[in-house]
C-alpha cells in the first residue's frame, strides 16, 4: 500500500492545523476546489502547512465563502530534509522547473548563488515559494523547502566554516574526469551534504579552482555528456539521494 493518498487533491494551508479548526480559504484557493474541481461541501481534501503533518478537511460554505474543517491527521510531520541545493538561477520557465524538480527530489533548502556566468541575479522569492508549495501538494511532501535570498558564490564560500561548519558541498564539475561519481559519494563519511550546480556554460576556471582548494568541497562528473543547468540538477540529486542520501531509507 502507498505511503501517500494520491487519489485525494492536497492543498498547502498558511495556518495552523488541528482537529476541529476551520481555516477559511482566500480567493485562489476557493477558486481553485470550488469553480476548477467542481467540489462540493462535504468533499474531502488532504492539507497541510509544513509544521503540523497532514491532515483530512471537509469543504464548508460556498464560493464565496469557502473554508475547510480539519477533522483527523493522516500522516505525522515529518522531519526536514538536511540536503541542501545550491544553484545558479535561471532564466524564468527552466528556473521554475527546476526549483519544482529540486523540491520533488528532497532538497530541504534552497541556495541561489551568483556566479561569474550567471545570467539572471534577481529573482521573485514569491514565484519561488509558490513553485516549491506547488511542488509539494503533488508528490506528497509535507515540509516546504527554505528558500533563501541569492548570494555571491565567492561570499558564500568565504564564510561557510562559520556558517555551515560539517556540511560538504558536492560540486557537480562538467571538466571532472576522475573517479566515477558513485565511488565518490560512497566514500565520504557521513555528514551533512549540499549540491551545487553552476549556470549556463558553466564555472570559470577561478571559480573551478577556487572550489576544489577548499577542504569542504568534493567535486564529481556527471556522466560524459554535457547537460543543461535543469537537467543537471535533477541527475546530481538522485544521484546523491541514492548514494548517500534518503533513497536507501525509502
Given amino acids: 500500500?502507498?505511503?501517500y493518498d494520491f487519489a485525494s487533491q492536497r492543498l498547502f494551508l498558511d495556518a495552523p492545523l488541528d482537529a476541529g479548526t476551520t481555516v477559511p480559504l482566500d480567493r485562489d484557493q476557493a477558486n481553485y476546489l470550488v469553480n476548477v474541481l467542481r467540489?462540493?461541501?462535504?468533499?474531502?481534501?488532504?492539507?497541510?502547512?509544513?509544521?503540523?503533518g497532514e491532515w483530512r478537511a471537509v469543504l464548508e460554505g460556498d464560493r464565496k465563502r469557502a473554508a475547510l474543517l480539519v477533522e483527523t491527521q493522516m500522516r505525522e510531520q515529518a522531519a526536514p530534509s538536511n540536503l541542501d541545493y545550491l544553484f545558479a538561477p535561471l532564466k524564468q520557465a527552466r528556473l521554475d522547473y527546476m526549483v519544482q524538480k529540486a523540491v520533488e527530489m528532497g532538497a530541504g533548502r534552497l541556495r541561489p548563488v551568483i556566479t561569474?556566468?550567471?545570467?539572471?541575479?534577481?529573482?521573485?522569492?514569491?514565484?519561488?515559494?509558490?513553485?516549491?508549495?506547488e511542488?509539494?501538494?503533488?508528490?506528497?511532501i509535507l515540509t516546504i523547502?527554505?528558500?533563501?535570498a541569492p548570494r555571491p558564490m565567492a561570499d558564500l564560500l568565504t564564510g561557510w566554516e562559520a556558517t555551515d561548519a560539517g556540511r560538504r558541498i558536492i560540486?557537480?564539475?562538467?571538466?571532472?574526469?576522475?573517479?566515477?561519481?558513485?565511488?565518490?559519494l560512497r566514500a565520504l563519511p557521513p555528514t551533512p551534504l549540499a549540491v551545487l550546480i553552476g549556470p549556463e556554460g558553466g564555472f570559470s576556471p577561478e571559480e573551478r579552482?577556487?572550489?576544489k582548494a577548499l577542504p569542504f568541497v568534493t567535486a564529481i562528473a556527471l556522466g560524459p555528456r554535457i547537460l543543461r543547468a535543469d537537467t543537471a540538477a535533477v541527475a546530481a540529486l538522485a544521484l546523491v539521494q541514492a548514494v548517500a542520501g534518503d533513497w536507501r531509507e525509502a
Fill in 1 to 3: 500500500m502507498s505511503r
Fill in 145 to 148: 523547502p527554505a528558500i533563501e
Fill in 209 to 211: 579552482t577556487l572550489l
Fill in 116 to 133: 561569474r556566468r550567471t545570467q539572471v541575479t534577481r529573482l521573485n522569492e514569491d514565484r519561488l515559494r509558490a513553485n516549491a508549495i
Fill in 39 to 52: 467540489m462540493t461541501p462535504g468533499a474531502a481534501v488532504l492539507v497541510f502547512n509544513g509544521r503540523d
Fill in 171 to 184: 560540486f557537480c564539475d562538467e571538466d571532472e574526469t576522475g573517479a566515477d561519481p558513485v565511488s565518490v
Fill in 135 to 140: 511542488a509539494a501538494e503533488q508528490c506528497g
